[in-house]
């Protein structure tokens, strides 16, 4: 039997629902049970591809080319279950579909409402293409109370009702902030916030409460009789030092010990020895190492989620604390030598993330030259392989025009929007006039690595496949010049059409590549291109 938990929010968003949610998936994962984690995003969007980054932080991309909420990259680092377009859904995307049926007549004529039409939608969503898992989670965005979340807090009601207790549970998230002047902890906030929750017909079983200092059991108690909670069904979250320590603060409060008892399952001891190494590697480093990260989004730090925590699993894989330096690139634009190097002299390693549009590229560029010229180890994710392409060509083969069709109009751009690829059998059409929402080469796509690279030595095998999130394209017509001028292509899809992945090879550690490694790192299976470079980074920190 598939059991369902939902998880609600209250008080204040970004109480870290997303994170408790995979770190509930991991614990169940420990007992031994089959998990699979959901998303239910309350805006209008029929996706997050459109959005700004510094609005709502990055979009993760899954094998199967959808484009997802950020906190999908959570389920994934801390399960290692790989999700699927089916695994995130908008407010949008139910509305398009309910009305891409109306218009096809598929309800006989019916007047359309958000209940039971909308809902039933919903519902159907959360139960759809599932493999046998023991237990669902599904997360609920946004805040209890605001209006646009009503739809889908009706609509896991009604499940609940129709799975019942023994199928179903509610989990809310909540915040017992500290009052420092009167020294206490206040829980008036969740009280209102479930009290909120139940007045549309919603109980929860468990209460995930969020703070920086330790619950007396007298106001845990309190709790739990205002909310119509067990005492015990109280878990206090406290703040920790990583998130990868969320598991284990979790379990040692009782949340996977009240998930088992309110299903009525056994209460056997998980195996927790995967984080308890994690964490080990994580609090006693041989080292530290200084990685600037040179991107254009850097006022939001979620803006690269993935790339952070595959940065620190590499910092796992060489037992190194990774320091991470923001740099926004637009500070970078400078014909001055000095002010690059005030900036970038100290770092072990830099890497240049992806990004769209001309802003802020010149200072990718100047960066990506200092990490040539200084033999700093240098990594190049997506729009960073591209920019990488353009320092060759400009300023070693004497290319001083070479340029992007994303930056204007150009007569033969080195890197040039994308019009036609493979996708399975199918082939896929784009054009300038394209949607900007889901028409980029999305997904998980083959790449063959060159026998002896350092892309082949890092990853150990010849074929590999990662996930992708671009419109543009290096010129593959370009391939000698390149050569020439001491960049080649080392990576190539299957056809040899496209280019994957250039180096430098004489350079100690120069690599760049067109897909976005960081959404398959793992903190239990660090990324190889993450784990090489934080290790040529430390290797670099040694010399200097």
């Given at each position: 039997m598939t059991r369902f938990i939902f998880i609600t929010g209250g008080v204040v968003s970004s109480l870290g629902k997303g994170l408790g949610s995979a770190a509930l998936g991991a614990l169940l994962q420990a007992r031994g049970y089959k998990v699979r984690l959901r998303k239910l995003d309350p805006y209008l969007n029929v996706d997050p591809g459109t959005m700004s980054p510094t609005q709502h932080g990055e979009v993760f991309v899954t094998d199967d080319g959808a484009e997802t909420d950020l906190d999908l990259g959570h389920y994934e680092r801390f399960t290692g279950v790989g999700n699927r377009r089916t695994d995130n859904v908008t407010t949008g995307r139910i509305y398009s579909d309910v009305l891409a049926k109306e218009r096809r007549g598929d309800y006989l004529g019916a007047t359309i409402q958000v209940i039971p039409h909308v809902t039933d939608a919903i519902k159907a969503f959360v139960k759809a293409n599932l493999d046998d898992e023991d237990f669902v989670l599904c997360e609920i965005g946004g805040t209890v109370g605001d209006i646009e979340s009503l739809p889908f807090l009706e609509a896991i009601r009604q499940l609940g009702n129709e799975l019942g207790r023994e199928a179903s549970c509610f989990v809310h998230v909540t915040l017992l902030p500290y009052i420092k002047a009167a020294g206490e902890?206040?829980?008036?906030?969740?009280q209102h916030s479930v009290k909120e929750l139940q007045s549309v017909g919603i109980q929860p079983d468990v209460l995930l409460c969020r703070t920086e200092h330790e619950l007396?059991?007298?106001?845990?108690?309190?709790?739990?009789?205002?909310?119509?909670?067990?005492?015990?069904?109280?878990?206090?979250?406290?703040d920790v030092s990583n998130i990868y320590e969320v598991p284990l603060a979790y379990h040692e409060q009782g949340l996977d010990t009240e998930i088992c008892r309110h299903?009525?399952?056994?209460?056997?001891?998980?195996?927790?020895?995967?984080?308890?190494?994690?964490?080990?590697?994580?609090?006693?480093?041989?080292?530290?190492?200084?990685?600037?990260?040179?991107?254009?989004?850097?006022?939001?730090?979620?803006?690269?989620?993935?790339?952070?925590?595959a940065l620190a699993h590499g910092g796992i894989a060489n037992h190194q604390r990774v320091k991470l330096t923001w740099l926004d690139s637009e500070l970078l634009e400078t014909d001055d030598d000095t002010?690059?190097?005030?900036?970038?002299?100290?770092?072990?390693?830099?890497?240049?993330?992806?990004?769209?549009?001309?802003?802020?590229?010149?200072?990718?560029?100047?960066?990506?030259?200092?990490?040539?010229?200084?033999?700093?180890?240098y990594l190049g994710i997506?729009?960073?392989?591209?920019?990488?392409?353009?320092?060759?060509?400009?300023?070693?083969?004497?290319?001083?025009?070479?340029?992007?069709?994303?930056?204007?109009?150009?007569?033969?751009?080195?890197?040039?929007l994308m019009t036609e690829w493979n996708v399975g059998n199918e082939v896929q059409t784009r054009n300038s006039?394209?949607?900007?929402?889901?028409?980029?080469?999305?997904?998980?796509?083959?790449?063959?690595l060159e026998e002896g690279?350092?892309?082949?030595?890092?990853?150990?095998?010849?074929?590999?496949?990662?996930?992708?999130?671009?419109?543009?394209?290096?010129?593959?017509?370009?391939?000698d010049?390149?050569?020439?001028?001491?960049?080649?292509?080392?990576?190539?899809?299957?056809?040899?059409?496209?280019?994957?992945?250039?180096?430098?090879?004489?350079?100690?550690?120069?690599?760049?590549?067109?897909?976005?490694?960081?959404?398959?790192?793992?903190?239990?299976?660090?990324?190889?291109?993450?784990?090489?470079?934080?290790?040529?980074?430390?290797?670099?920190?040694?010399?200097?």
């Open positions: 902890l206040k829980t008036k906030p969740t007396p059991d007298e106001q845990r108690g309190k709790i739990g009789l205002f909310c119509n909670v067990r005492g015990e069904a109280v878990i206090l979250a406290n299903f009525g399952l056994e209460d056997k001891t998980p195996d927790l020895s995967r984080w308890q190494d994690i964490n080990h590697a994580i609090n006693n480093p041989e080292g530290e190492v200084n990685i600037a990260i040179v991107g254009k989004y850097v006022s939001l730090q979620d803006s690269y989620k993935s790339l952070s925590e002010v690059i190097a005030e900036h970038l002299s100290s770092a072990d390693a830099i890497l240049v993330p992806g990004g769209f549009g001309e802003r802020g590229s010149a200072g990718k560029i100047r960066a990506i030259q200092f990490a040539r010229e200084h033999k700093v180890p997506c729009f960073g392989m591209q920019m990488a392409v353009l320092e060759s060509a400009r300023n070693i083969a004497g290319d001083p025009q070479a340029t992007s069709s994303e930056f204007g109009p150009a007569d033969n751009p080195l890197v040039g006039e394209s949607d900007l929402g889901g028409t980029m080469r999305l997904g998980a796509y083959q790449c063959v690279s350092l892309a082949h030595r890092v990853y150990g095998t010849q074929n590999i496949s990662e996930r992708h999130r671009h419109r543009y394209e290096v010129n593959v017509g370009y391939k010049m390149l050569a020439e001028a001491g960049l080649q292509i080392t990576g190539l899809s299957p056809d040899g059409g496209l280019p994957e992945i250039v180096e430098r090879p004489d350079h100690p550690f120069f690599i760049a590549v067109q897909f976005h490694p960081e959404l398959k790192s793992r903190p239990f299976e660090p990324h190889p291109l993450f784990s090489g470079f934080v290790n040529a980074a430390k290797e670099r920190s040694r010399l200097v």
